[in-house]
């Protein structure tokens, strides 16, 4: 009988598959997607956020464990579990040696995101290069990889894990059978729900417009996380922790494909212009801080828009200021004109630029600061980089919300335990998105979503290992197990 | 998009060609990305542009080095909807780029079918020296007291033919690299910074930086692990090449200079240079064709394999031939030998400017052009402000 199954193919399950296997115990890692779609949302991720006391190779002066403690417990409005969440963070401060160890790379912030120089390690080449080496290192360890290998229910005996199963499928054109996979443990690891239109839809229910929000949401994340596993826990009665409408959520470019839109497609020009709805009027301050500390919330401001829709709208003064949008601005030469492109009410549209334009109060224009260039009288305000849009050619992009990954998930523990009725499974773990949500409940910062996978995948396959009868010096200091 | 105003001061914008609109396309994906900053030079030379031109597209073309790095760590490659293939659309430009700037421009379309050019210039070359040596000797099997081939071709006779042609391709290609780096648009730059940017891009062509993935493992090849092989074969390659051009450059200039007349003994510096060098254009193209061989499929333009092939095995025919002609100089073989070693020496530079021999002339150039703007202040400071 395999010790520990995997059930996953990103980074955590990848980390707890790699951990599990150096431990000594046999693994065997199934990954829901085909091979080329294998490594879940890790694929479109960049960087992890690292605490760190002093300068590291591509880490720049101290991040220390107070700061990034303070700055996820802002971002998520006290939704959060101080204990994991420390636990992540320590972790975040030595686990790049083992990494590389595994060929991962790390490189200097890229250029657009110099303002976390200080806090993320970038991967060289992004995440599936770091999807790459995990699995060139795990089949050189014998880890036994199966790809379209989605699991659907998951076999139990009280609260203690007996078999993973299988539906026959159809995976890149053939007929595979069903298949009950036994193991000692098994760690789970298989992503969220976003990929789920109908669990969305029933998360994120009708306004009080009719409209159904999620129906016009964009997937920038894998579009195999349909939460298939996430589901059957939930009926199986594992505890479960975090709300179904929260998740990673960003304004991306409404011409963005359904799935895997990935980094390329956010749109980055909302604190240089400002942002109006398909009535053409402005909901939200576009200049409330520093775009890297507000893009995260934008994605649920659009959702609350009728028709899930904005647009960007900057005049020439922003060109070469912000990251090449990924598809063209609609660009025209007067306000008129651009309304009409966009399909907006053009008068209505026109006089909310008049008004923002009357509004504005020019003082120095610093976009490395929170300049003193605001609107007075305006409602919403613009309260930094307030500058009026007046050099044509005027340029928009069309915003709809984009979900990265959900954050309902199971609850757990330092032991990465799934729990039915607060009791710990004796051979069950959790790791990745699968239970973000205990440590991240709302709201995002860059790079957390890779420095919980990495510590909880690492945690769960030292666990499962242990639980399977492989022993070692981390497994048995639960709290420390990443450290 | 923004389209062309015909009304817009300055000059026309070139309309792009498929290969080239779809580098466009790519880099504008690539350009919101920014993932593969560190395997390359060609994605810091596109984050100082918001928009590429055909000069800039020519340019980041011959700065690509295929290594592949950026197509395996792509989120955006096959089977996604963007089909992000780096290597691949920059190699189809590269090709056109070869074609369009090669001088004569008429001799560019050799590029089309470059296998076919390589194989009929090496024939035509053996045909003719097979008959001069019939010509001038009644026979191919003649043996020379102390492997003195010029007893066969007079020295000058040689001097004068192989000069000509090497001339002759050392011209075309120098002009063909003018036209392109005038083309591309130099930045303009101090003195001192276009010293220190020739050193820069001369070590990146001598120490084939680029092909070092970023990180020192070396490139891809027949999937996503790294291998330093490819660098190793082509140093192999290139330096061997060298070798071999400076055991011909020492024997003309103890020729000419101090009038000592081949043939030389194996412990001659000519002769070592060429044995050294020419056991490098062995290895080094063997190599270079057992990694084509495996080459992911993926990998730039699968159209210029017969290109790719076809100078390899040239290369390698060249080195065999003249470590044979070496070996059995003092035998029966010597007429046959050489006639078939200088055949394939014509060929080789004959085609000079118009085979794969002229991309590292373009890459250098694309290198030096990297080298000098990387000095200047970025004209882009996206979201770094």
Avoid at chain 1, 169 to 186: K, M, Y
Avoid at chain 1, 416 to 422: K, T
Avoid at chain 2, 218 to 228: H, I, S, V, Y
Avoid at chain 2, 315 to 334: C, I, K, N, P, T
Wanted: with cysteine.
């Amino acid at each position: 009988m395999i010790d520990v199954l995997v059930i996953g193919g990103g980074n955590a399950a990848l980390c707890a598959a790699l951990m599990a296997r150096e431990a000594g115990a046999s693994v065997m890692l199934l990954e829901g997607a085909p091979k080329a779609w294998r490594g879940g949302n890790s694929q479109h991720t960049r960087n992890l956020r690292c605490m760190h006391d002093a300068p590291q190779d591509v880490l720049v002066e101290a991040y220390p464990e107070e700061e990034y403690w303070q700055d996820l417990l802002k971002v998520t409005g006290g939704m959060t579990n101080e204990k994991l969440a420390r636990l992540v963070i320590r972790a975040s401060s030595n686990c790049r040696d083992w990494m590389r160890a595994h060929g991962v790379h790390f490189q200097p912030s890229l250029s657009g995101a110099l303002h976390v120089a200080r806090t993320n390690a970038f991967f060289m080449g992004g995440g599936k290069a770091l999807v790459n080496a995990y699995y060139r290192s795990a089949e050189r360890l014998g880890v036994n990889i199966r790809y379209n290998a989605q699991v659907t229910d998951i076999e139990l005996n009280g609260g203690t894990f007996v078999a993973a199963h299988l539906s026959a499928r159809d995976a890149e054109g053939q007929r595979l059978p069903a298949e009950r996979i036994q193991a000692r443990t098994c760690v789970l690891a298989a992503g969220g729900f976003e990929s789920n239109r109908e669990w969305l839809r029933e998360a994120w229910g009708q306004n009080e417009r009719g409209e159904w929000p999620s129906d016009n949401f964009l997937i920038r994340g894998t579009r195999f996380n349909t939460g298939v596993l996430l589901r059957r826990m939930q009926q199986l009665g594992a505890d479960f922790i975090g709300d179904p409408t929260q998740a990673h959520m960003v304004a991306i470019d409404a011409r963005a494909p359904l799935y895997d839109g990935g980094i390329c497609t956010r749109i980055d020009c909302v604190s240089l212009g400002v942002v109006v709805n398909r009535d053409g009027e402005r909901f939200y301050d576009e200049g409330e801080d520093f775009w890297p500390k507000r893009y995260a919330i934008w994605g649920r401001l659009v959702a609350g828009q009728p028709g899930q829709q904005a647009y960007s709208i900057i005049d020439q003064q922003a060109i070469g200021r912000f990251m090449p949008p990924v598809f063209p601005g609609t660009k025209a030469n007067s306000l008129e004109d651009l309304a009409r492109q966009l399909k907006l009410p053009v008068a209505p549209f026109v006089s909310t630029i008049q008004a923002y334009n009357a509004a504005c109060r020019v003082g120095t224009f610093d976009h490395t600061a929170l300049d003193d260039c605001r609107t007075e009288g305006l409602t919403p305000a613009k309260t930094h980089w307030a500058r009026p849009l007046v050099k044509p050619p005027f340029c928009a992009y069309p915003l709809k919300p984009g979900v990265t990954f959900t954050y309902l998930g199971l609850a757990t523990d330092a032991t990465a335990a799934v729990r039915f009725n607060g009791q710990a499974s004796p051979n069950l773990f959790v790791a990745g998105e699968m239970m973000a949500g205990n440590v991240l409940g709302k709201g995002y910062t860059a790079g957390i979503g890779m420095a919980i996978g990495t510590a909880f995948g690492r945690i769960a396959g030292v666990q499962a290992a242990a639980a399977a009868g492989f022993i070692t010096r981390s497994s048995q200091e639960p709290q420390h197990a990443a450290v | 998009m923004q389209l062309f105003d015909p009304k817009a001061p300055g000059t026309l914008i070139p309309v792009l060609n498929l290969d080239e609109s779809e580098v466009q396309r790519q880099m504008t994906v690539c350009n919101a990305c920014r993932y593969c900053e560190g395997f390359c030079a060609v994605f810091p030379a596109m984050t100082r542009r918001l928009e590429f031109s055909q000069a800039d597209i020519h340019y980041l073309a011959n700065l690509c080095h295929n290594c592949g790095a950026c197509l395996h760590a792509c989120q955006y490659a096959a089977p996604h909807e963007f089909a992000i293939n780096v290597p691949k659309a920059m190699a189809k430009v590269r090709l056109d780029t070869y074609a369009e700037y090669a001088w004569p421009q008429a001799m560019g379309t050799l590029y089309r079918r470059n296998g076919l050019t390589l194989a009929l210039a090496s024939g035509a070359g053996l045909a003719l020296f097979l008959c001069l040596t019939l010509m001038m000797m009644g026979n191919l099997f003649t043996a020379m007291p102390g492997g003195n081939l010029y007893g066969i071709f007079p020295h000058n006779t040689l001097a004068l033919m192989f000069g000509a042609v090497f001339g002759f391709a050392v011209l075309a290609l120098a002009i063909g690299v003018r036209r392109f780096w005038r083309n591309v648009s130099p930045v303009e730059a101090s003195r001192e910074q276009t010293t220190s940017a020739a050193l820069e891009a001369s070590a990146n062509v001598a120490t084939l930086k680029y092909l070092d993935g970023g990180h020192g493992e070396g490139c891809n090849n027949a999937d996503d692990r790294f291998t330093l092989w490819r660098r190793r074969f082509h140093h192999f390659t290139f330096y061997g090449f060298m070798l071999c051009f400076a055991a011909t450059g020492v024997a003309t200039l103890y020729h000419f200079l101090l009038g000592w007349s081949a043939p030389y003994p194996v412990l001659s510096v000519p002769v070592m240079l060429g044995i050294v060098g020419g056991f490098g254009l062995l290895v080094g193209p063997a190599g270079l064709l057992w990694l084509n061989l495996r080459r992911n499929a993926e990998h730039g333009d699968e159209q210029q394999k017969p290109m790719d092939r076809g100078f390899i095995a040239l290369l390698f025919l060249v080195s065999a031939s003249g470590l044979a002609l070496l070996a059995f100089r003092e035998s029966m073989a010597l007429g046959l030998l050489l006639a078939i070693h200088l055949g394939l020496v014509m060929a080789f530079f004959l085609t000079m400017p118009y085979s794969k021999f002229a991309h590292g002339i373009f890459r250098s150039a694309a290198l030096l052009k990297y080298s000098i703007e990387k000095r200047q202040p970025n004209p882009i400071n996206a979201a770094s402000d």
